[in-house]
């Protein structure tokens, strides 16, 4: 039974660039919540989505979007990278029947 | 704002000691509340979690408490193993499964 996965495992970019996360949320399971982890702190929630539609946004700009797929996968979507984007970006799904969310490996972000 | 924090950053122990590792949070209305654990370079791995309707629950060496009128989480860890160094969050839930998490706190075992 597989887990969240997520990719890419690293990915290095450079200021002003685009880049898109991938996530794929523990299987059968609708919910996705994506968390910014920069180095040396605690994960901050990004987004949450349930059966496509947004069910909550944390305290991100713009520049960050997701969208969930009808496979319930989503992407991460971020324009104008800035030096401060780089972190671990984690994907995160519930189990399905407790608020427990297990985690994916995160996709490691380098912008230069 | 909502917030969680931890009281120690750091924490050294010596295998085979208990461990405890304390969380503070603020939101009162939280009523679920959970331990990870994380490796370097690797996403948070789920420990023990607690319900706002219980003040202990017990896993595997782990145990956690939850006071809520001083609004404290503990971890403990029995019988400490090298395996157990990581750096430790506790995390809280406001809603629509958001979690909010703290600072994190790293556990490192001598042996």
């Known amino acids: 039974d597989a887990g969240v996965t997520q990719s890419p495992t690293h990915l290095i970019k450079t200021r002003g660039q685009q880049v898109t996360l991938r996530c794929s949320p523990i299987?059968?399971?609708?919910?996705v919540s994506w968390y910014q982890q920069v180095l040396g702190q605690g994960p901050q929630f990004i987004f949450q989505y349930y059966e496509k539609e947004e069910r909550g946004r944390g305290n991100f700009p713009d520049r960050f979007s997701a969208r969930q797929f009808p496979n319930y996968s989503s992407e991460l979507n971020v324009n104008a990278l800035l030096l401060g984007d780089s972190a671990l970006y984690l994907c995160?799904?519930?189990?399905?029947?407790?608020?427990?969310?297990?985690f994916g490996p995160g996709t490691r972000l380098t912008v230069l | 704002g909502e917030s969680v924090g931890l009281h120690l950053p750091t924490l050294s122990v010596q295998e085979g000691d208990n461990s405890i590792i304390n969380c503070a949070y603020s939101?009162?209305?939280?009523?679920?509340f959970i331990w990870y654990k994380q490796e370097s370079g690797k996403g948070p791995q789920f420990i023990i979690d607690i319900r706002s309707n219980m003040d202990k629950r017990q896993g595997q060496r782990v145990t956690v408490l939850l006071n809520k009128t001083v609004k404290h989480l503990s971890l403990q860890i029995a019988a400490t193993q090298p395996g157990d160094s990581a750096v430790y969050f506790c995390?809280?839930?406001?809603?629509?499964?958001?979690?909010?998490f703290g600072t994190g706190t790293r556990l490192l075992v001598s042996p």
């Open positions: 995390a809280e839930t406001t809603g629509f499964q958001k979690l909010v």
């Open positions: 299987s059968g399971h609708k919910s």
């Open positions: 939101n009162s209305a939280s009523d679920y």
């Open positions: 995160a799904s519930p189990a399905s029947s407790t608020d427990t969310q297990y």
